[in-house]
Every structure is written in C-alpha cells, then in structure tokens.
C-alpha cells in the first residue's frame, strides 16, 4: 500500500457543458426528458434540464485518479482499483454550465487489505454541496509481481 494519510485529499473542478451532458446522453442511453429535454423542462420545478448524476459520480473518479497516479503513491506490481461507491446521496440540482468541484478526502486506512476509504463532496459555484457519497479504494496485484 502507498503512503497515504488520512486527511489526504484531492480536488477537481469542471464546468458541465451541453457537450458533456449530450454526449454522457448518448454514450449511456440515457435520454430521460429531464437531461435532454429543455422545452419540457422548462416549466419543471428545476427550471430546465440537470445533468445526470451518474455523470456527477463520473467525477468521483477523477478525483481517485489524481490520487492513485501520483508518483509518490504507485505500488510496484499493483495497480489501484475502485471497489465501490456509497451512500451516493443528491442535494440539489445541477444546471448545465454549472461549474462543480468535486474534492476526495482519505477517511481510512486498511493495510492488511490495501484499502482505503474516502468521502466525496461535490459543490457548484454558489458553495452548495450537490452530492455526497464515499468511495473504497483498493491496491491489488498486478500479475507482474508482488505488491
């Protein structure tokens, strides 16, 4: 397992376009109204269409992956996986052209399992946390040796 600490953490930033929410759309099949239809949504209580949320998790992964591809943090004859995402929880919309920032924060360290945990916050523009949710990481052999 790589040095990390508790309290570790990472953040990335990204403004949500129409190009990210329309090609998110196409690549997942996921054309619900609410994504992709600004007419209809319009007159909704959102005020238009929102991104889908799995592309918010999407940005989870960034985050783990400015951890994990530190140099600092690479484990010769492993390579750093994503075991799972919870408590996944959305607090407010996000609006096309929002710009959220997404910070990942060590919580836990296992050894013994080459794990850690961290807790995730998503945050527009305005400082409003949109989503919360943690995720477990794991170091796991590579084949090429031993971690």
């Known amino acids: 397992m790589p040095p990390i600490a508790v309290g570790e953490t990472r953040r990335f930033s990204k403004t949500l376009t129409e190009t990210d929410v329309s090609v998110f759309a196409g690549l997942t099949g996921d054309l619900a109204r609410v994504h992709v239809d600004e007419a209809a949504m319009r007159s909704s209580r959102f005020g238009g269409r929102i991104v889908h949320g799995a592309l918010l998790i999407g940005l989870i992964g960034t985050t783990v ?13 492993a390579v750093p996986v994503v075991l799972g995402y919870r408590d996944i929880r959305f607090f407010a919309p996000v609006r096309l052209d929002d710009t959220i920032a997404a ?45």
């Open 103 to 147: 910070t990942l924060t060590i919580t836990r360290l296992d050894p013994a399992k080459a794990r850690a945990m961290a807790e995730v916050v998503l945050v527009n523009q305005a400082g409003t946390t949109v989503m919360t949710g943690s995720v477990t990481i794991q170091w796991v052999a590579d084949g090429s040796s031993s971690p």
């Open 65 to 77: 992956t400015m951890l994990v591809e530190t140099p600092a943090f690479k484990v010769e004859g």
